[in-house]
């Protein structure tokens, strides 16, 4: 099922383990963020199908980062589509780096594809109606991006943040102190409404980048006093 959030801007809506696909409808190409599970492609090109759209007419697609959650059917629109992620969750795909992306063995449906482009911090991607830039925010893994439009606003958070300031969790590649920074640097944004990769709409953005900084930094302490623990008990 496709909602409309915005003018030529619909989300496609997944119960985990699958995430929430994007579609941008631009002036002449068609942009997809995040494809979901592989296992979850007919209800997605079914969704397709109910706004006129093929396969085929997906002319971009750009990974929010490398789980298997989120680029599993990538593979079904890679003979036509042109496939975007940052530079370090392009690197894990190509190598089919099975510990980090877990598709393996979460997603056996999934077919081996790999970037066309590896973004870098800042990269600008112009559909002509929105314009995306690229937002490194590693973290949950080193390879997460967001996707910032900034007329309109706009933010897709992937996995970084989601509504109410949750956090996710910190995997493979991932650290606390990269986390701490990313929302620190996603809070200087000017957002109206953020998009994440699961769970319901934000919309109150501001409020919410806030409240997971707050939190990640209250875990980087809990850390912290962990390690301090154990460091006593083991001297």
């Not at 780096?97 to 393996?104: L, P, R, S």
Request: proline content about 3%.
């Amino acid at each position: 099922m496709s909602v409309e959030l915005r003018p030529g801007i619909f989300q496609f809506s997944a119960e985990k383990p699958g995430s929430h696909v994007y579609l941008i409808k631009g002036t002449s190409k068609n942009v997809l963020i995040d494809t979901g599970m592989a296992a979850n492609f007919p209800v997605l090109e079914a969704s397709l199908l109910e706004l006129g759209l093929r396969v085929s007419d997906i002319h971009f697609i750009i990974l929010t980062h490398e789980h298997f959650d989120h680029i599993g059917a990538t593979s079904f629109f890679f003979k036509t589509a042109v496939v975007a992620a940052h530079r370090l969750a392009a690197n894990k795909i190509e190598l089919q780096d099975e510990f980090v992306t877990m598709v393996k063995s979460m997603d056996a449906a999934s077919v081996p594809f790999h970037a066309d482009i590896w973004l870098e911090q800042d990269t600008t991607i112009d559909m002509g109606k929105y314009r995306l830039r690229t937002v490194h925010s590693p973290g949950h893994t080193s390879g997460c991006i967001c996707l910032y439009e900034p007329n309109e606003r706009l933010l897709f958070t992937g996995d970084t943040v989601f509504a109410g300031g949750t956090l996710s969790g910190i995997f493979s590649s991932g650290n606390i102190s990269d986390y701490m920074n990313s929302l620190e640097r996603l809070s200087s944004l000017r957002v109206d409404q953020f998009y994440p990769g699961h769970g319901r709409l934000s919309d109150s953005p501001e409020e919410d980048i806030r409240r997971g900084l707050e939190h990640a930094r209250a875990l980087f302490e809990d850390t912290k006093t962990l390690f301090e623990a154990l460091t006593k008990k083991g001297g």
